[in-house]
């Protein structure tokens, strides 16, 4: 579970220019308030997180509640495909990914009609649901991730794995909101992003190797199926 939970949190911190440029514009808005506006800022951030973990929970139950060995392998192969296909992403080598984010964009048109209507903020709830409804914006790093999360097959691992997600983004997003130029341009250092591209990609290629090692195990080879065959004397 550890090894998870470092990596999700890892990729959140690895997308930090990712995650700044598609929602630092708003993280930077709801400080402008002051005070009132730190209020918003935390809860559209605690928002923004329920909702990766939520719906990390929803795809963790329904992948766990499938019970077919090929389907979990298949679960198994999926993941470390994805966590070197997110490493190359993070490190600007391949940005496969983009797909993903075009495909998003039909689910968040309706989405973002409605949380238009929460704008201008005034109360810290309405910062809390517009991030309820940011988790679900077409940005091909979150999609990638929750289906990573989901091949955990597990919804309380999934949804912790998605928490850890959340938990990454936050160093980038926050020093967005409260205007720390310097974290800002630590995390988007070229070599920090390209260091942490390259541990996803060898945890997603250990990933891979563990699962085609382990892919035959559990099958009886030919000697033990005669072995086991019910023997019948004349």
């Known amino acids: 579970m550890l090894t998870e939970l470092g990596s999700a949190f890892a990729l959140g911190l690895a997308g930090a220019g990712h995650c700044l440029g598609m929602c630092g514009g708003i993280a930077a808005a709801l400080q402008l308030g002051g005070a009132k506006g730190t209020g918003m800022t935390l809860a559209y951030h605690g928002g923004r997180i329920t909702s990766y973990t939520l719906l990390g929970a929803a795809l963790g139950f329904a992948a766990g509640s499938i019970d077919i060995a090929a389907w979990t392998m298949t679960l198994r192969y999926l993941a470390g495909i994805l966590l070197v296909a997110m490493g190359l992403y993070i490190a600007d080598w391949w940005r496969a990914l983009q797909w993903l984010e075009r495909g998003g ?22 910062g809390a649901a517009l991030g309820l409804c940011w988790g ?41 909101s409260f205007g720390a130029g310097a974290v800002q341009s630590l995390l988007r250092r070229r070599g920090l992003k390209i260091v942490l591209g390259i541990l996803l990609i060898l945890s997603g290629l250990w ?15 030919n000697g033990q199926q005669e072995q086991m065959a019910p023997q019948h004397h004349h």
């Open 105 to 126: 964009a039909l689910l968040w048109r309706p989405v973002q009609r409605w949380s238009g209507k929460l704008l201008p903020l005034r109360h810290w709830y309405q």
């Open 136 to 176: 679900l914006m077409p940005c091909g790093l979150i999609y990638s991730s929750l289906a990573w999360a989901a091949t955990a097959q597990d919804a309380r691992l999934s949804a912790l794995m998605m928490l850890f997600f959340g938990l990454g983004t936050l160093p980038a997003m926050l020093a967005t």
């Open 207 to 221: 990933t891979l190797y563990l699962t085609i090692s382990h892919s035959g195990h559990g099958q009886p080879n």
